[in-house]
């Protein structure tokens, strides 16, 4: 293929950090009207390398070709006017203004007087929705917006910035079905202007779905690119780990006891609005999964029980004595720990060190004499936990925000593992984590059980909930629609109790 034929190439791109070369002369070629997936592991280089694209980093070796011109881009803003722009999976818009001006954010049209022309602007934002599929007015504050909504309008924004090439960084990990069809027909119309797509995705269905090539990237370096038409599920696994998966999941070892833990009874939000009438009980040794589809209130159960929420109803036993649980201090006094589904949004610290995020849940048992904290044991329990779950990273005072997901979200466990908890709730735990680091995930998850550790595990992957799980609750519009044994459940069980509910008020 003439090489006239790619609207972008990036030749042996090289990027050091202290301690880690995280890009080993990597290569990318991206053809016009194309998407084209870049696949790896946590902490392969993917996000590095378009970082280096986008001008947030500047590389240390290596070309970039871009529309038949050699570029280095100085910052984020002179890639968006050079015709790139970059949708984050971990979308961070300015909520409180509207459509119209976070699409124009820093190249607003100006009228007279040198003052902004709303008008023009509105105007050319209800165009710029249109062609994205989204009938809402551009005066509408993204504050009030559906995280699809809102990504439909970066994907504006991109158009509106003339982009030949839009990186999308794990685009689906937080829509439903029917808005990843929506956003699949968006990519169509993106790829019929001959725009071209990189897609970041750990969603094997998905890449092999929309993608035209694959890269693939291992420890920083390439692996190799292929037609997606060559591919399946097996060879990308197999390149992307450099070795072979036999199982999705590890074998369980755990053992379930017969003493329960934590028993809930009829736990009813405030006015009924979120979850009512939900009961459940927790075994030691097991790992409780909970399933149901957008819209159930697995979450809001869950906070709820870890104080986040309010109740109007319902009861909490743990090991048979009832406790009161108003706030997250409470639970966490009555060993219950919780891993939010969003790290980035109210998991980790970003600017803080891994240091910070693993220690700063039991910062009491560091408290030395005359109050000062005793950081030699803060140290030790850190670096003990941080060895044990196997982080990856060159220094514990490193920041957690430069981690792959995959580890920061092992830094979170080793957070909650450092107050020692009964019950650790896990809220999505494996959201835009790569196969390989699922994988050390689950074996994680595996031996805290077997540890005597009682876990409750929401997940929307069917696979893993009937991988992971050793018993399933499932619900449905806010209550608790029934529970399968793991010996029992199957994806037909399991969605035939998540729509249980909806089918009696159809039938009603």
Not at 99 to 120: Q, R, T
Not at 128 to 135: D, I, N, P
Not at 170 to 176: A, Y
Not at 199 to 217: G, N, P, Q, V
Request: aromatic share 6%.
């Amino acid at each position: 293929m003439p090489e006239t034929e790619y609207i972008l190439e990036m030749r042996d791109i090289v990027k050091t950090f202290p301690g880690v070369k995280a890009l080993d002369n990597v290569t990318l070629k991206v053809r016009p009207g194309t998407v084209h997936a870049l696949m790896g592991e946590n902490g392969a280089g993917k996000s590095t390398l378009m970082k280096c694209l986008f001008g947030i980093y500047h590389k240390d070796g290596g070309t970039i070709i871009f529309d038949g011109q050699e570029v280095d881009f100085k910052d984020s803003k002179e890639a968006i006017d050079g015709g790139v722009s970059m949708i984050h999976q971990e979308l961070q818009p300015i909520r409180m203004m509207t459509i119209a001006e976070n699409v124009f954010l820093g190249n607003y049209p100006l009228g007279k007087f040198n003052l902004v022309d709303h008008g023009k602007m509105n105007a050319e934002t209800s165009e710029l929705l249109k062609e994205v599929g989204l009938s809402i007015s551009p005066k509408t504050l993204l504050n009030d917006l559906t995280v699809s909504q809102m990504q439909s309008v970066e994907i504006a924004k991109a158009i509106s910035h003339k982009a030949k090439v839009v990186i999308m960084d794990e685009p689906t990990s937080s829509l439903t079905s029917s808005e990843v069809e929506k956003l699949f027909e968006i990519i169509r119309q993106l790829k019929a202007k001959n725009i071209g797509i990189i897609y970041i995705s750990h969603k094997m269905d998905e890449i092999l779905r929309i993608s035209d090539d694959i890269t693939i990237m291992r420890d920083g370096q390439y692996v190799g690119t292929w037609p997606a038409s060559e591919m399946t599920t097996a060879s990308i696994i197999h390149n992307m780990v450099g070795r072979e998966l036999t199982s999705l999941f590890p074998e369980k070892t755990n053992v379930v006891t017969d003493e329960v833990v934590l028993r809930v009874e009829n736990m009813t939000s405030p006015n009924h609005l979120s979850f009512k009438q939900a009961s459940f009980d927790l075994h030691k040794g097991e790992i409780l999964g909970i399933g149901g589809l957008v819209g159930a209130q697995r979450t809001e159960l869950m906070e709820a029980l870890y104080g986040m929420r309010g109740l109007d109803d319902g009861k909490i036993y743990i090991k048979g004595k009832e406790v009161k649980i108003k706030n997250p201090e409470q639970a966490i006094a009555n060993k219950i720990a919780l891993v939010t589904e969003d790290r980035r949004y109210n998991g980790i610290f970003g600017v803080l060190s891994i240091t910070d995020n693993a220690s700063i849940a039991a910062l009491k048992q560091y408290v030395g004499g005359f109050g000062l904290l005793n950081e030699k044991r803060m140290n030790d329990v850190v670096d003990s936990n941080v060895q044990r779950l196997r982080v990856k990273t060159p220094s514990n005072k490193t920041p957690i925000g430069s981690l792959s997901g995959g580890n920061q979200q092992k830094v979170i466990l080793a957070r909650w593992l450092a107050g020692n908890p009964d019950v650790l709730i896990l809220d999505e735990p494996t959201r835009g984590i790569d196969v390989g680091a699922k994988y050390e995930i689950y074996q994680i998850i595996n031996d805290l059980a077997k540890e005597g550790k009682s876990i409750i595990m929401i997940t929307s992957e069917m696979s893993e909930l009937l991988g992971v799980s050793d018993r399933i609750m499932v619900m449905c519009e806010g209550r608790v629609s029934g529970f399968l044994d793991r010996t029992e459940a199957t994806q037909e069980s399991v969605m035939t109790l998540a729509t249980r509910f909806m089918t009696e008020n159809v039938e009603e």
